[in-house]
């Protein structure tokens, strides 16, 4: 059972335009959503996270929204930039557990072009 | 700052060979440590996990152990490693008196089995 889903595998995208990777959950137990980057042959590094009493939080030029209602969450890159082309993960946990067990997606490999 | 350290970086072995592979934390006291495996086209599946010295708790069921023998080391370990065992492995710790679960990675060992 997938609890969190990417459900694009990749996604292409202009230099200078929007990016939007998307993640779906299906345990409403999850209260805080990270969101990860990766590069080939690296480990994954943290970009932005979020609380479930939030339904926005922004850093720069990446913003994660949620929407509980909807088991749903989406990072946003303004602009995309081609160094921004890697793999992202979304990461969901159960903040009351005590060891912090992070379930992840996929990954939504993306390509910025120039 | 905290920084996170595992070796090798790469390791070719041959079937029915051990395997250890070391990780370790410094800049942090008492972190939540984790052992992940990323294989081939495949998303982070969590391992193991430790909240203190000597507590590790295992997520599936496979021919892999680990150990934490120092507040700051984690180890993966098998007696006889088979093929499936390839693939990427990453260690990971958070904070433990932190009211969100960020996990913060190392750079990985790519395990090869032959």
């Known amino acids: 059972d997938q609890q969190v889903k990417q459900n694009s595998p990749s996604l292409s995208v202009q230099e200078g335009r929007i990016s939007i990777l998307n993640c779906d959950y299906t345990?409403?137990?999850?209260?805080?959503f990270l969101w990860y980057k990766k590069y080939p042959a690296e480990g994954p590094t943290f970009l932005i996270s979020?609380?479930?009493?939030?339904d926005k939080n922004e850093d720069g030029r990446f913003t994660v929204f949620l929407n509980k209602s909807a088991k749903h969450l989406s990072l946003h890159i303004v602009p995309s930039q081609p160094g921004d082309s890697a793999v992202y993960f979304c990461?969901?946990?159960?903040?009351?557990?005590?060891?912090?067990?992070?379930?992840f997606g996929q990954g939504t490999i993306l390509t910025v072009h120039p | 700052s905290q920084t996170i350290h595992q070796w090798p970086a790469t390791l070719v072995q041959p079937v029915g060979s051990p395997l250890s592979l070391e990780c370790t934390v410094e800049?942090?006291?008492?972190?939540?440590l984790y052992w992940y495996r990323q294989a081939a086209g495949r998303g982070l599946q969590l391992l193991f996990y430790?909240?203190?010295?000597?507590?590790i708790s295992s997520e599936v069921p496979q021919n892999l152990s680990a150990s934490r023998p120092q507040d700051r080391q984690f180890i993966l370990s098998s007696k006889k490693l088979l093929l499936s065992d390839s693939g990427f492995y990453l260690c990971?710790?958070?904070?433990?008196?932190?009211?969100?679960?960020?996990?913060?990675f190392g750079p990985g060992t790519r395990l090869t089995v032959l």
């Open positions: 345990n409403s137990m999850f209260d805080y």
């Open positions: 990461a969901a946990s159960e903040v009351r557990t005590s060891y912090g067990k992070l379930t």
């Open positions: 979020i609380s479930s009493i939030k």
């Open positions: 800049g942090t006291s008492n972190p939540n």
């Open positions: 430790s909240v203190g010295i000597g507590q």
């Open positions: 990971a710790w958070s904070q433990t008196d932190s009211s969100t679960d960020t996990q913060y």
